[in-house]
């Protein structure tokens, strides 16, 4: 993470992170409650329409204060430059649009899962996470935040069309460090590392897998012959939600195509008739049984059974045994890190690179040390460059249960920017600012051409940018 010591609106757009949580936080609280927030549009003025994007006169504060609570000291921006800087996102997702900019639903689910999985760090837990913006359930938030996070990739890729040809040359990374020098505005750059991994995937035996099936496929045929789908789940389901009172009490869901369920549930799910029963099939979760009790338009009613098949004492006991070993045999020198990742590790996403871990919020390989996930800091905070953690277990919601080490590629305490120590990070810095300059001149263009409404109260401001179209 890297810090200005200037606090204003343009040096916080270096802050992609800030902005785009930002703007999640503030696109939450606008659509938590879809009838609270038609009143709201009753009550609560106007502030700007830009295409058929509308900010409502409340959202310009909300931004603000999620701002302030996302960087560190007091954000000093005034309500007319928080307000162009929306108007200026709101153009460019109108114009992704129109220029046919595609964004895919697994790419969607992808980014909702990651901002989930954020919130609920920063706010302790899921559940926090759904009463804080007032959601009736996970399924509710997931399906709101797909819609924003929908409208950031579309940001995003537009973006990328407008820049992709923009690149700087050594000579204007060196005048922006200067310049930055001069200003006496050299950036802070926190204490970041960088982190490689190992991954052994826990599988259940073939037997166990046997069993599981065998079992849902008893609990298919009682429920074919009468017996209650509801108590069926309550009693053997491994969902948590089964025993709530929420989506998923007694195995039941209202899911659409684009509810944030994973694909195979959905597949399964929208394949089948009203009181259909499917077969076991498997996802990342374990095996599940579907009943679809009604059809509805584009809904669909259905009870779900889950039953995750168990890892045994002597499968968990064999994978740490063997990764001690690779761990030994790296500190050993017999074999390197990145030897080792060819060789033994399991995890898709990473064996490929070196085992190197990317930071889900900045997308490269550097994690700032006082931000990341509070069970990773734990594991690692402590190490040096170049040593190892212990094997650990690690079971993520959806996903495989594991087996990792982790090896503190590289350690870089809090400093401020150095040239040569930190070029790649300015040479981002400058390129990351002729880009922003390329929008803006972009954004300037498309504005006589694109429908803007601003509210007579935000006439008097003051734009970089001819909004108001004088």
Request: charged residues 35%; aromatic residues 8%.
């Amino acid at each position: 993470m890297m810090r200005k010591k200037k606090n204003n609106l343009k040096y916080i757009k270096m802050n992609k992170n800030s902005i785009v949580v930002a703007f999640l936080m503030l696109a939450l609280g606008l659509t938590a409650q879809t009838s609270e927030k038609n009143n709201r549009i009753k009550l609560d003025g106007v502030a700007i329409v830009v295409g058929k994007n509308i900010v409502l006169d409340s959202d310009i504060d909300k931004f603000k204060k999620e701002l302030q609570q996302r960087i560190e000291g007091k954000v000093d921006i005034t309500d007319c430059e928080i307000l162009e800087e929306i108007m200026t996102q709101k153009l460019i997702a109108h114009h992704a649009v129109i220029d046919s900019i595609e964004v895919s639903e697994a790419e969607i689910n992808q980014e909702v899962d990651r901002n989930i999985a954020y919130f609920s760090q920063q706010l302790g837990s899921m559940e926090k996470v759904v009463k804080y913006y007032g959601f009736s359930d996970e399924e509710d938030l997931r399906n709101e935040l797909g819609s924003i996070q929908k409208e950031q990739l579309l940001i995003q890729r537009e973006k990328a069309s407008i820049t992709e040809n923009i690149d700087v040359t050594p000579e204007e990374v060196r005048t922006y460090f200067k310049n930055l020098e001069v200003d006496n505005n050299l950036p802070e750059f926190s204490a970041q590392i960088e982190l490689a991994q190992i991954v052994k995937i826990l599988k259940p035996s073939e037997e166990e897998t046997k069993r599981v099936v065998a079992k849902l496929n008893e609990i298919k045929k009682d429920i074919e012959n009468g017996y209650s789908f509801r108590l069926k789940a309550i009693i053997n389901s491994d969902d948590p939600a089964v025993s709530g009172n929420g989506a998923g009490a007694g195995g039941k869901y209202t899911i659409t195509r684009e509810s944030g369920f994973i694909k195979e549930f959905k597949e399964v799910a929208f394949s089948m008739d009203e009181g259909e029963i499917s077969e076991p099939f498997e996802s990342g979760f374990g095996f599940h049984i579907i009943q679809v009790d009604k059809v509805k338009g584009q809904e669909r009613d259905v009870r779900h059974i889950l039953i995750q098949p168990k890892i045994s004492e002597a499968e968990l006991a064999s994978s740490v045994k063997e990764l001690e070993k690779v761990r030994e045999d790296i500190l050993k020198g017999t074999l390197t890190f990145e030897e080792a990742v060819i060789k033994y590790s399991e995890d898709k996403e990473t064996r490929n690179n070196k085992g190197l871990l990317i930071n889900p919020q900045t997308t490269d390989t550097h994690f700032d040390l006082t931000r990341m996930d509070p069970a990773l800091y734990n594991r690692v905070s402590s190490l040096k460059t170049g040593e190892i953690t212990e094997p650990f277990y690690e079971e993520k919601r959806g996903a495989e249960k594991m087996h990792k080490i982790i090896l503190v590629k590289t350690k870089d305490e809090a400093h401020t920017a150095n040239f040569t120590q930190d070029y790649e990070k300015i040479q981002q810095l400058t390129l990351q600012k002729k880009q922003e300059e390329t929008v803006e001149k972009w954004a300037k263009d498309k504005i006589s051409d694109t429908y803007i409404k601003i509210n007579k109260d935000f006439k008097k401001c003051t734009f970089s940018k001819n909004w108001k179209k004088e």
